[in-house]
T-cell receptor
Framework: DQQVKQNSPSLSVQEGRISILNCDYT??????FLWYKKYPAEGPTFLIS?????DKNEDGRFTVFLNKSAKHLSLHIVPSQPGDSAVYFC???????????FGTGTRLKVLA | KAGVTQTPRYLIKTRGQQVTLSCSPI?????VSWYQQTPGQGLQFLFE???????NKGNFPGRFSGRQFSNSRSEMNVSTLELGDSALYLC???????????FGDGTRLSIL
């Protein structure tokens, strides 16, 4: 049972345009969400997070939106840069634990 | 500041053997989590340790075990290795009360 789903395995975007990565979850007890970026042969790198008490969190070019009623979150990258090309994972946890459930990832390719 | 260090980076074993993987967290981090990453499955949570105690456990068989030492370093052990155990094993550490986990670059385990 996949509680966190990233239904798009890959996404290609032109440099300078917006990249939108999506993530859906099924467990209504999840109250904290994170996005990670992963390059080949490296561990995931933390990007941005959001608590369920908020619906938006911004950090530079990265913005995460949370729609609790739809159990959906998205990561917006504006403007997209070639260095953003990587696999992006969303993750969720409940109750302030450190047990994070990860999605299967979306491979983003930013075309120069 | 040194990041999360995992050793070894690569390991080749045969079926039936056992293996021990090591993780040194970021200095001051007391929580250490372990994940298994396989193609198409994303990151699967194995377990989390805090102050030498296992606080959370994922849905893996008892062949997978771990421990944490007083200096927060952690080891993961897999006994009676199976072909399906071939994966990238990632360790992540976080501060007490912190939300963002910082990952090491992983140990690539191959079972022949």
């Amino acid at each position: 049972d996949q509680q966190v789903k990233q239904n798009s395995p890959s996404l290609s975007v032109q440099e300078g345009r917006i990249s939108i990565l999506n993530c859906d979850y099924t467990n209504s007890m999840f109250d904290y969400f994170l996005w990670y970026k992963k390059y080949p042969a490296e561990g995931p790198t933390f990007l941005i997070s959001i608590s369920s008490i908020k619906d938006k969190n911004e950090d530079g070019r990265f913005t995460v939106f949370l729609n609790k009623s739809a159990k959906h979150l998205s990561l917006h990258i504006v403007p997209s840069q070639p260095g953003d090309s990587a696999v992006y994972f969303c993750a969720a946890s409940d109750g302030g634990t450190y047990k994070y459930i990860f999605g299967t990832g979306t491979r983003l390719k930013v075309l120069a | 500041k040194a990041g999360v260090t995992q050793t070894p980076r690569y390991l080749i074993k045969t079926r039936g053997q056992q293996v021990t993987l090591s993780c040194s967290p970021i200095s001051g981090h007391r929580s250490v989590s372990w994940y298994q990453q396989t193609p198409g499955q994303g990151l699967q949570f194995l377990f989390e340790y805090f102050s030498e105690t296992q606080r959370n456990k994922g849905n893996f068989p008892g062949r997978f075990s771990g421990r944490q030492f007083s200096n927060s370093r952690s080891e993961m052990n897999v006994s009676t290795l199976e072909l399906g155990d071939s994966a990238l094993y990632l360790c992540a550490s976080s501060l007490v009360g912190g939300k963002a986990q910082h990952f090491g670059d992983g140990t690539r385990l191959s079972i022949l």
